[in-house]
């Protein structure tokens, strides 16, 4: 199985400052197709899981954009630029490149 | 708007096989895949399989020999099964709906549903 291996783990940001969590993983994601499936998804407390990037960097509608996705290859990168209270939560990235997909660790986002 | 709803029991015994539904309302179950993904308490993700809406599937292989998803289109819903369930199967059971294909991950979710294996 491709492994993703998230950092940090636990991401403590002052509100208004940016946050950025790196993703990587054992294998390239680049599918056959030449797309790269590399999703990230953001699970606040008590609640489902929601996509937020699909492809690296196709926000979902209804995401703000200070919500971003970037990276290629192996590395990529989730980044915020202004956090807000309800960004809290554990976010995962995902990929659907290789049969199974397999998730990050998460990184728990909080507000200091 | 899609809504997806789990169903089923939260206790199952040891060596007995789990059994979940998931009930789309708002649209239908044609045309999409869906997946059921689940969540240990306090750890991460795990995909179980998807299913697509003509009844072809995909399991997760450390899973696959005891999963079956199924979906009934008349009922709008689809359902899993896993079998000789452990302590290890405790968790959250979500399914989920993808609005792209298989690739970009489920852009719907249900609440998901709390399973634990105790006798």
């Known amino acids: 199985d491709v492994v993703m291996t998230q950092s940090p783990l636990s991401l403590p940001v002052t509100l208004g400052q940016p946050a950025s969590i790196s993703c990587r993983s054992s294998?390239?994601?680049?599918?056959?197709?030449?797309?790269?499936?590399l999703n990230w998804f953001q699970q606040r407390p008590g609640q489902s899981p929601r996509r937020l990037i699909y492809?690296?960097?196709n926000r979902d509608s209804g995401v703000p954009d200070r919500f971003s996705g970037s990276g290629s290859g192996t590395d990529f990168t989730l980044k915020i630029s202004r956090v807000e209270a309800e960004d809290v939560g554990v976010y995962y990235c995902?990929?659907?490149?290789?049969?199974?997909?397999?998730f990050g660790q998460g990184t728990k986002v909080e507000i200091k | 708007q899609v809504q997806l709803q789990e169903s089923g029991p939260g206790l199952v015994k040891p060596s007995e096989t789990l059994s979940l539904t998931c009930t789309v309302s708002?649209?239908?179950?044609?045309?999409?895949?869906w997946s059921w993904i689940r969540q240990p308490p306090g750890k991460g993700l795990e995909w179980i399989g998807y299913?697509?809406?003509?009844?072809?599937?995909n399991y997760n292989p450390s899973l696959k020999s005891r999963v079956t998803i199924s979906v009934d289109t008349s009922k709008n819903q689809f359902s899993l099964k896993l079998s000789s369930v452990t302590a290890a199967d405790t968790a959250v059971y979500y399914c989920?709906?993808?609005?792209?294909?298989?690739?970009?991950?489920?852009?719907?979710w249900g609440q998901g549903t709390l399973v634990t294996v105790s006798s």
């Open positions: 708002g649209g239908s179950i044609s045309s999409y895949y």
């Open positions: 995902m990929q659907g490149t290789h049969w199974p997909v397999t």
């Open positions: 492809k690296v960097s």
């Open positions: 294998q390239s994601l680049v599918y056959s197709d030449g797309n790269t499936y």
């Open positions: 299913i697509y809406y003509s009844g072809s599937t």
């Open positions: 989920a709906r993808h609005d792209y294909d298989i690739l970009t991950g489920p852009g719907v």
